[in-house]
């Protein structure tokens, strides 16, 4: 920089040194200000900075937790998952396995109730010809019975004829006899 002192008998004009000594003084001194007033405020920036970047720390610890508490959850819901699968695998098995089984059960129950509907009609037929049989022979037992009566009532006729005839023979013979007797 080149400055323009007056010369002087002992070199430069003393009050052009001071006035430059006092200019650069000030010059220096408003830089100085100028320069405190940005250190300040990149001071206060730093302050800040140093605040927002341990409050982003904080929350980027927090986040890490909260990822590794997602991560770990992610991880459950992952076996979770799996284990829902695999039970649904199983559980699709078990309904089919169920359904063949109701099907097979199915078919043995409608084979038994065919089974059971058949001896069902055999024994009706049975019991009709039964029925038809013991008619039979309770009609041929009744006819029976009918003859005994009858021969029972002839029978007794038959004896009460004897027996009237009986007592006439008796009092004939009483007569018979009286009259020998006399």
Not at 50 to 77: D, G, H, P, R, V
Not at 158 to 182: C, G, H, I, M, P
């Amino acid at each position: 920089m080149a400055v323009g002192f007056r010369k002087s008998l002992f070199g430069f004009n003393c009050s052009d040194v001071m006035e430059y000594i006092e200019r650069s003084q000030k010059t220096f001194a408003e830089k100085e200000q100028e320069l405190s007033k940005q250190v300040e405020t990149l001071t206060s920036d730093l302050d800040l900075s140093n605040e927002n970047y341990n409050k982003l720390n904080t929350e980027k610890e927090m986040i890490a937790k909260k990822l590794a508490e997602f991560s770990e959850k992610y991880e459950e819901i992952e076996r979770l998952s799996e284990n829902i699968g695999k039970l649904y695998l199983v559980a699709q098995a078990n309904a089919q396995a169920i359904m063949a089984n109701s099907e097979k059960n199915a078919r043995l129950a409608n084979r038994e109730v065919e089974k059971n509907l058949s001896a069902i009609n055999d024994a009706h037929e049975s019991l009709d010809s039964l029925k038809k049989s013991i008619v039979e022979t309770s009609n041929g037992f009744l006819s029976e019975i009918d003859g005994l009566i009858a021969s029972l009532n002839e029978t007794r006729e038959a004896v009460s004829a004897n027996t009237s005839a009986d007592a006439e023979y008796k009092n004939q013979f009483d007569e018979v006899y009286r009259t020998l007797t006399k």
